[in-house]
């Protein structure tokens, strides 16, 4: 390899490695966004950042559409005082240029159905690059972490 082409090889790497990062920095934002709109109850910006085939399977098992949370959130059938990932916690991993996973601990306090809950878990994101942008296609929580 001749120095001109390794120094265009090298330019390449570093410019892909810095799209990778810009990308990681844009999905870690964009699921804090979508953090903050659940706790919102804010369906239109959860529209806008699911994907159209987005599950969520939950620590008992359960699976949840995005038609699902979309409707709940509609409905306001949770309250939410508290939906946050715990700072520090959140991690993005990238696999190759369009698919990120992101993994935090979140921590939940609301009320449903008259029964209020508090809760930590850790979830799992999965983010997919469409032409409309990145969009949250699979998500996995787990069950509730001890208290302690």
Same mark, same amino acid.
């Not at 892909?16 to 990308?23: E, H, K, L, N, V």
């Not at 949840?64 to 979309?70: G, K, N, S």
């Not at 990932?85 to 990238?94: C, K, L, W």
């Given at each position: 390899?001749?120095?001109t082409? +390794?120094? *265009? +090889?090298?330019?390449?790497?570093?410019?892909?490695?810095?799209a990778?990062a /810009?990308? =990681?920095?844009?999905?870690?934002?964009?699921d804090?966004?979508?953090? =903050?709109?659940?706790?919102?109850?804010d369906?239109?910006?959860?529209a806008?950042i699911?994907?159209?085939?987005?599950?969520l399977?939950v620590?008992?098992?359960a699976?949840? #559409?995005?038609d699902d949370?979309?409707?709940?959130s509609r409905?306001? #059938?949770?309250?939410?005082?508290?939906? /946050?990932?715990?700072?520090?916690?959140?991690?993005?991993?990238?696999?190759?240029? /369009? #698919?990120a996973?992101?993994?935090a601990?979140?921590?939940?306090?609301?009320?449903?159905?008259?029964? *209020?809950?508090d809760r930590?878990l850790?979830f799992?994101d #999965?983010?997919?690059?469409t *032409? /409309?942008?990145?969009r949250?296609?699979f998500g996995q929580?787990s069950?509730a972490?001890?208290?302690?």
């Amino acid at each position: 390899m001749t120095r001109t082409a +390794a120094a *265009a +090889a090298a330019a390449l790497a570093l410019s892909a490695g810095a799209a990778q990062a /810009d990308d =990681a920095a844009t999905v870690a934002a964009l699921d804090v966004q979508y953090q =903050a709109a659940v706790k919102a109850n804010d369906a239109e910006t959860m529209a806008k950042i699911l994907h159209p085939q987005m599950i969520l399977v939950v620590g008992s098992g359960a699976v949840i #559409t995005r038609d699902d949370l979309l409707s709940e959130s509609r409905k306001q #059938t949770i309250a939410y005082e508290v939906q /946050d990932e715990e700072p520090g916690s959140q991690t993005v991993r990238m696999f190759g240029a /369009d #698919t990120a996973v992101v993994t935090a601990k979140l921590r939940l306090k609301y009320v449903a159905g008259g029964k *209020a809950f508090d809760r930590t878990l850790w979830f799992s994101d #999965t983010y997919v690059r469409t *032409a /409309d942008g990145w969009r949250y296609a699979f998500g996995q929580a787990s069950l509730a972490l001890p208290q302690g």
